[in-house]
């Protein structure tokens, strides 16, 4: 199992294209699979992705794609199947609570083609949260696991996630998640962090965009990425150097505001 | 060209999957591709799924899958060819500006597998909005447009988005979004809208999810959704009822009500 890991570790993943040419990372690969209707039909803002990408970023694993699908068991089946050979971790996250439109777990049995069964540690952990007459058999559905899967402790509600291969399989209610994660945390492998600087400015961001990508040529090993905003009818440039060498991302940094500098553009401040 | 339409907005796409049950839906179906490294870093919250799901289920088309994925071309290209098979409309987001980074047009070109030129009209539009020495090379970028397809009004800031067969590429910045789509809404064919009604309650949702399923299974042509909160340690429960037959809807959210009632659970009510 970890031979297979460490395999799958060392790969090399590219991590982005400008202009054709390809930047690698030796980072591990992550994908999330937000899993629920809520979300397609806007009803529900996802909050997970924000939270759980800087978490995964400070261990040195970089988030590569993210799908968000509906309750639809053969969606879900497929998309944990491409998902798990792509990239080196799998998260998902919803659909594994009692009621009848949780179905992530049978989901995971399917994908992975093993039984889904009343898993005794999952079911002891149950019997200690909850009173003999708030455990119903729809509660009791939550220690059904996937055969193979290690627990994971969940601090917050009791009814433990789990991991089955590189797949993480979480709770959608952020709080459960969050606390899911920092008892998940010591199962993963990482590399390097992705450490960033940023620089606001007054102007629009056509005006200095062969600037930039001048920068950018002169600095392979880094990913510049330029975000314009707009307030109160004044355009405005966030200019986001990423890598996971912080001297080469200070140094472009550093030539960007030389040259933003030079053309005298005005620097949003934050009092 | 609207004989490949109507084919495939007549083909009948699984909604929902509930204990091996599938219930169909003739509405077209959509799949959003959300680009950009500042969404996948957890940088930046999209907003645009949120905004756009419920404007095309105001028109009868379904979001069925969601990508967010960086800005690298091999990524962009594999995505935008899988999800233009497999959903009737596609809506990209991001990555049409003006600076390095913005390489989706360009992405376009290759999954189509046609040329990006300079397109006159688009030209025009820029050269209307921009004074001469704002246009620089990198903002004329934005009149580089796939052969082929059709432009769409930018009545936001100028540079227009586009549609290619069934895939709408468009900004990221949500008003410029906003604006492309209320012209290109006429372009799209869509089916019954989604109705849905909603009951909030101060109960834990393990405690009624049979109540919940048993409804479920009266009243297949709806879809409940069972979602979980936690407000000042205790435990709160949304039933989302949803269905394209209003009638159906009503009297599935009926059901709920009359065991939720029957039980006394305390509802929540909003001042």
């Excluded at 979300?39 to 978490?55: I, V, Y």
């Excluded at 952990?125 to 220690?143: E, T, V």
């Excluded at 990482?190 to 200095?208: A, F, H, M, Y």
């Amino acid at each position: 199992m970890w031979f297979f890991f460490a395999l799958r570790i060392c790969r090399v993943a590219p991590l982005a294209t400008h202009q054709g040419k390809i930047r690698m990372t030796t980072n591990p690969t992550a994908c999330m699979i937000l899993i629920g209707n809520e979300l397609l039909s806007g009803r529900t803002q996802d909050k997970n992705l924000s939270w759980l990408s800087p978490q995964l970023n400070e261990l040195g694993i970089t988030m590569q794609h993210v799908h968000i699908i509906p309750d639809d068991a053969e969606t879900i089946v497929a998309t944990v199947n491409e998902a798990r050979a792509r990239y080196d971790y799998v998260f998902t996250t919803g659909g594994i609570g009692p009621t009848h439109d949780d179905i992530t777990t049978e989901c995971i049995g399917k994908a992975f083609n093993v039984a889904v069964e009343r898993n005794a540690e999952a079911e002891a952990i149950l019997r200690g949260y909850y009173s003999f007459d708030m455990l119903n058999a729809a509660r009791l559905k939550m220690a059904d696991i996937p055969v193979g899967a290690t627990l994971i402790e969940n601090p917050v509600s009791a009814a433990p996630a789990y991991k089955i291969e590189n797949v993480f399989v979480l709770a959608g209610v952020p709080s459960i998640m969050q606390g899911m994660f920092a008892h998940a945390k010591h199962l993963l492998k990482g590399g390097k962090p992705t450490v960033s600087r940023q620089l606001e400015l007054w102007i629009g961001e056509g005006t200095i965009a062969a600037q930039i990508e001048a920068v950018q040529h002169r600095f392979s090993a880094v990913e510049i990425g330029v975000y314009p905003t707009m307030k109160e009818g004044k355009a405005r440039t966030t200019i986001v150097v990423r890598g996971t060498d912080e001297k080469q991302v200070v140094t472009a940094m550093d030539a960007c505001e030389t040259f933003c500098d030079s053309l005298g553009i005005q620097r949003i401040t934050h009092a």
